[in-house]
């Protein structure tokens, strides 16, 4: 899990941080299910419906997620960029995840775009496991920004550009 202790010096960061305590709570929601899913707990008669609403729960997060990924993209990469590059290091990595976690999650959605009732309960647990590996690549993912990404701001990111930075960053998800 993610150190919920974690306060990074650097306001800009914290509002990434908060982000993440969010995302985190959204993604227990749904991780939840998978677990279930993993786990057996279902019978098929109620299967289909837990797996309905992982599918919205998924749904309803790829909004704040997409909208967290975009400001990191936009303006925190970039910036933190120009002090440690773009094109090898950390930040391509960060960016790879964010391709990944986007490829999971699509691929849990296309396959539930039909008619998910005729789908079985070996097809709900073979398609949930997309989800459980889109948590799995969202908790490393938050791991490494805050402990990587986040204290390299602090250390190596001159103070005004922190300060843009924390005007660029301070808008919300939801």
Do not use: C
């Amino acid at each position: 899990m993610v150190n919920a202790n974690f306060q990074s010096p650097v306001p800009a960061m914290r509002i990434l941080e908060n982000e993440h305590q969010y995302l985190m709570h959204l993604m227990n929601e749904w991780h939840a299910i998978v677990l279930n899913f993993e786990n057996d707990v279902y019978e098929e008669k109620g299967a289909h419906e837990e797996f309905s609403r992982l599918r919205k729960l998924l749904i309803d997060f790829l909004e704040p997620l997409k909208n967290h990924t975009d400001k990191e993209e936009k303006f925190f990469f970039p910036l933190l960029g120009h002090y440690i590059g773009t094109e090898q290091g950390p930040i391509v990595t960060i960016e790879a995840e964010h391709e990944e976690i986007d490829a999971y999650i699509g691929h849990f959605l296309h396959h539930t775009r039909a008619d998910m009732d005729k789908l079985s309960l070996d097809d709900m647990k073979h398609i949930a496991k997309d989800a459980g590996e889109a948590f799995e690549v969202l908790m490393v993912h938050f791991v490494k920004e805050e402990s990587v990404l986040f204290p390299m701001t602090d250390r190596v990111m001159k103070a005004v550009d922190q300060d843009k930075l924390l005007e660029q960053l301070n808008t919300l998800i939801i």
